[in-house]
C-alpha cells in the first residue's frame, strides 16, 4: 500500500450555523487538499458546534436551556435532508475522504439527536456514520445512546478507518470491537484537550498500532454570539477558553504532528501502512498478543429503533 497524507483540521464552527460551519468547513476542505492530505479529519460535533453551555447551565435552568435545545436541534443536521451535499461534492471534486463531527437529527419527527460522525469518500458518497455510544455527564442533556450498529472499521482506499468519539476513547471494550474488525487509522475527534488526553492518544497509538489523529476546536469567546447569555459564564481571562489541543501520533506512541494549540490551523501527517504491521511483531492486542482461551468480548451490533412495524394476523379473531 501507498502512503497517504491525513490532515486534522482545527476550526471553531460558526456558531449554532449549520449552513455558515459548513460552508467554512467546504473551504477548509479545499485548503487540506491543497496541502495534499487525503483524508481530512474535523473535530467532534462541529457541525453546527459543541453544545459547551451544557457544562456551564443547570437542567434548573429550564427556558434557557429549552430554548438553546430548539436552536441546536434547528441546526442539526438529518442525513436524509441531504444536508450534507456540499461536503459531499467538495470531497468529489477534491477526492479526499472526509471525516466530520455533527450533531444528528435522528428524525424529523424527533427532537432527539446524536453526537456522530460522518465518514465521506472520495466519490462523495457516505461511507459509513459513527454515533457515540454513551454522552459523557451532562452531554446527556442533548445527546441519546446509540446502539452497536455503528462500531465497525469503516474500510476506505488508503486504510480502514476506526472512529472513537471524545471519551469512548476511555472504553477499552469499544476500543478492542475496532482493532478487532481490522481498523488500520483510528480518528478521535473530541472536545478534550490538555496533557492527559495527549498521552491517552499516544498510548491508543501503540496499543492498537495503528496511526490516531485526535481533532478538536478552539473556541475563543468572541466565537459565541454576545447574545447568548450563557458566554458570561466562561470568565474573561484570556482570548482563548478552548485552546484544541489537536495531534497525530504514529504507531510507537510518538506524536508526529501538534498539539496545536490557541490558534485554528490545518496538521499534516504522512502515514507510511508498512509501520503499523511492522510494529505487530510484538504487540498485536488482537493477534499474538490476545489469549481467546481467558477473554472473550461479544459485541451487540443489533441496530435498534423506537419503532417498529409489525404485521398482525388477526385471522383468530
Known amino acids: 500500500m501507498e502512503r497517504f497524507r491525513v490532515a486534522a483540521v482545527q476550526a471553531a464552527p460558526v456558531f449554532l450555523d449549520r449552513r455558515g460551519t459548513i460552508e467554512k468547513a467546504v473551504q477548509l476542505i479545499r485548503e487540506a487538499a491543497r496541502g495534499g492530505a487525503q483524508v481530512v479529519v474535523f473535530p467532534e460535533a462541529f457541525i453546527p458546534c459543541y453544545p459547551i453551555w451544557v457544562w456551564l447551565l443547570r437542567p434548573s435552568d429550564y427556558d434557557l436551556v429549552s430554548s438553546l435545545h430548539a436552536e441546536l436541534l434547528s441546526q442539526s443536521v438529518c442525513l436524509e435532508s441531504g444536508d450534507l451535499d456540499p461536503l459531499r461534492e467538495v470531497a468529489r471534486e477534491a477526492g479526499v475522504i ?101 498521552a491517552s492518544m499516544r498510548h491508543i497509538a501503540k496499543e492498537s498500532r495503528s496511526y490516531v489523529v485526535s481533532c478538536s476546536s478552539p473556541l475563543r ?73 481467558l477473554f472473550r468480548l461479544s459485541v451487540d451490533r443489533t441496530p435498534r429503533s423506537t419503532l417498529r412495524e409489525e404485521s398482525l394476523d388477526r385471522r383468530d379473531e
Open 98 to 198: 472526509v471525516g466530520m463531527g455533527i450533531n444528528e437529527r435522528v428524525s424529523h419527527a424527533s427532537g432527539s439527536m446524536y453526537n456522530a460522525y460522518v465518514v465521506i469518500g472520495e466519490e462523495g458518497s457516505i461511507l459509513g456514520i459513527r454515533r457515540k455510544l454513551v454522552p459523557t455527564a451532562p452531554e446527556r442533556m442533548v445527546w441519546t445512546h446509540a446502539d452497536g450498529s455503528s462500531l465497525r472499521a469503516i474500510p476506505t482506499k488508503h486504510a480502514a478507518l476506526g472512529c472513537l468519539i471524545c471519551w469512548e476513547n476511555y472504553m477499552p471494550l469499544a476500543r478492542y470491537a475496532l482493532y478487532a474488525d481490522g481498523s488500520e487509522l483510528m480518528l478521535a475527534p473530541t472536545w478534550d484537550e490538555g496533557e492527559v488526553w495527549e
Open 221 to 293: 469567546r468572541e466565537d459565541i454570539p454576545e447574545h447568548h447569555s450563557f458566554r458570561s459564564a466562561l470568565g474573561d481571562g484570556g482570548e482563548w477558553f478552548k485552546s484544541g489541543g489537536s495531534l497525530i501520533a504514529d504507531p510507537t506512541g510518538a506524536i508526529v504532528a501538534g498539539p496545536l494549540r490557541d490558534e485554528e490551523g490545518i496538521l499534516y501527517a504522512d502515514c507510511d501502512p508498512a509501520l503499523p504491521s511492522g510494529q505487530k511483531w510484538n504487540l498485536d492486542v488482537c493477534g499474538h498478543y490476545d489469549r481467546p482461551d
